[in-house]
């Protein structure tokens, strides 16, 4: 059974560094084809894919947040982390981790339950 | 073009069908996947290329696509198919993911 967790702050203030991790069970990120997506959603806003990370330790991230994003994995830990500088209010949303179907770049098969970042002073 | 375009909003009378669109240059070339997102809760996968169900989903919801449009059909809507709908896709230019504003289904 698949699994994914979101943890981290739920509030941070603006100009600071977002840290989040996800720990999922059920499958490994060493396992070919396997691949971690962050995905976010602002209050009553539409989805939006930030980054992923490869079996293969490929990266990839959203052209308008590149430059403040950074992904990682702990195969050892079953962790995904990313993480976010500079935040300001408008990155208040839900994020979520996500896995896709194997084979896919985008096809999230499982979710995590989403962890809500209120940014504020 | 790196967008995917969906109608805000629908609605289908109960039991009946209905159809929900998502445009975008990309979806010349990839299938757009479907998601179903109840208030509250993460989105469900509900389809996935050519037309593809996950375990669990209804037979009712299907999958086609023609030219640069996706669609999610569902044949005799219940009042628990009442949700936002999204779709996404990749990116034609590289290993970016596209998501589409998403669909509000009213269930009459």
């Known amino acids: 059974q698949v699994t994914l967790k979101e943890s981290g702050p739920a509030l941070v203030k603006p100009t600071q560094t977002l840290t989040l991790t996800c720990t999922f069970s059920?499958?490994?990120?060493?396992?070919?084809?396997?691949?971690v997506s962050w995905i976010r959603q602002p209050p009553g806003k539409a989805l939006e894919w930030l980054a992923r990370i490869d079996w293969d330790d490929d990266k990839f991230y959203s052209t308008s947040l590149k430059t403040r994003l950074t992904i990682s994995k702990d195969t050892s830990k079953n962790q995904v982390v990313l993480t976010m500088t500079n935040m300001d209010p408008v990155d208040t949303a839900t994020y979520y981790c996500?896995?896709?179907?194997?084979?896919?770049?985008?096809?999230?098969?499982?979710w995590g339950q989403g962890t809500l970042v209120t940014v504020s002073s | 073009s790196s967008e995917l375009t969906q109608d805000p909003a629908v609605s289908v009378a109960l039991g009946q069908t209905v159809r929900i669109t998502c445009q975008g240059d990309?979806?010349?070339?990839?299938?757009a996947s479907w998601y179903q997102q109840k208030p509250g809760q993460a989105p469900v996968l509900v389809i996935y290329g050519k037309d593809n169900r996950p375990s669990g989903i209804p037979d009712r919801f299907s999958g086609s696509s023609s030219g640069n449009t996706g669609s999610l059909t569902i044949t005799g809507a219940q009042a628990e198919d009442e949700a936002d709908y999204y779709c996404?896709?990749?990116?034609?230019?590289?290993?970016?993911?596209?998501f589409g504003g998403g669909t509000k289904l009213t269930v009459l």
């Open positions: 996404n896709s990749r990116d034609s230019s590289g290993d970016h993911v596209l």
């Open positions: 990309s979806l010349r070339n990839y299938y």
């Open positions: 059920g499958f490994s990120l060493s396992t070919t084809g396997m691949r």
């Open positions: 996500a896995r896709t179907k194997p084979g896919s770049g985008w096809t999230f098969e499982y």
